[in-house]
């Protein structure tokens, strides 16, 4: 809670900085001046309410969503050795890495993958594909399990959450911005919004969405390397190693749905500007960066 609490104030600090901002420029009053009757603080208290809000009700859903956008198979009561050994794993990594016991599921895809999710770092998902479980060797599974088990002790799925409602505010703010300029200095419309306003709005916030993204899909990058560097820590360097050089071998580029794509263990594979757009670096590059620790 620590880290939310912090990170909001943060993030409330931005805002608030961009507003006295604004007011020390005279945007507002230049505006004022064109004839653009526009309540930049009213328009960011509702960027941000919206910014965050979706990002915060898909976090909070997340568990529940991911269970059925994937069909996993909860382990309550282990039926067999494997997924005694899976519970008793992911029990003893949790333990190591100082997080409440996460929920551990198993969901049918022939494609190895696995990943976490949770609004709460001692109330979240683990959950591995059968697909994981046939390529690789127990090893190499609790390497897997120790990368996930990382990324919910880092906090990452909040984090992301956060940095997306940022972006949100951002892309809503300056589009309704762009679009009532236009609206006003271009088509001339006086009072309430023409056609023009709408039009507008609507391709900025596609053209700075697509901005957006390249930012949250950095992060998301950059936290993939620090979520290895976990489980190396939780597992041991050669497991994390082994582990991705196997999905290198193994997996066939099919992706999670684009929900959970972010919380996986391993991403599509893509080369030029599209990996801009990647939530996870190459796993050439991630197994270079473990072989490069000290």
């Known amino acids: 809670m620590k880290r939310i609490f912090l990170f909001l104030i943060t993030n409330i600090a931005v805002l608030l900085v961009l507003a006295t ?5 005279g945007i507002e009053s230049l505006l004022d001046e064109q004839g653009v009757d526009l309540d930049l603080g009213a328009l960011l208290v509702f960027s941000a309410i919206f910014g965050f809000g979706g990002s915060f009700i898909s976090l909070a859903i ?25 519970l008793h794993t992911v029990r003893r990594l949790a ?44 090893d190499e599974v609790e390497a897997v399990l120790a990368h996930e088990v990382s990324h919910i002790a880092n906090g990452d799925m909040v984090t992301l959450t956060l940095i997306q409602g940022v972006v949100n505010t951002f892309v809503i703010f300056f589009s309704r911005i762009i679009g009532h300029l236009v609206d006003r200095l271009v088509f001339k419309v006086e009072r309430g919004h023409g056609p023009a306003f709408y039009i507008t709005s609507i391709i900025a916030q596609l053209v700075l969405g697509i901005l957006a ?21 939780l597992a041991g360097r050669e497991k994390m190693i082994a582990a991705l050089e196997r999905l290198h071998a193994t997996t066939t580029g099919k992706d999670l749905p684009d929900q959970l794509a972010a919380f996986g263990i391993s991403g599509s594979r893509a080369g030029g500007i599209r ?12 197994i270079e960066a473990l072989r490069a620790m000290r």
């Open 21 to 25: 901002v604004l007011q020390l420029l």
């Open 213 to 233: 993204s390249m930012i949250v899909m950095w992060f998301s990058r950059h936290r993939e390397f620090r979520a290895d560097a976990g489980g190396a820590k």
């Open 62 to 86: 997340s568990k529940w969503s991911a269970k059925r956008m994937m069909g996993v198979q909860m382990i309550t009561e282990p039926r067999d050795e494997e997924q005694r050994w899976l």
């Open 275 to 286: 990996e801009l757009f990647m939530s996870h670096p190459p796993l050439t590059q991630r």
């Open 95 to 138: 333990g190591s890495a100082r997080i409440g016991m996460p929920e551990v599921g198993i969901f049918d895809s022939a494609d190895p993958n696995a990943f976490a999710t949770g609004m709460r770092r001692n109330a979240a998902l683990v959950a591995v594909s059968t697909g994981l479980l046939r390529n690789m060797n127990r």
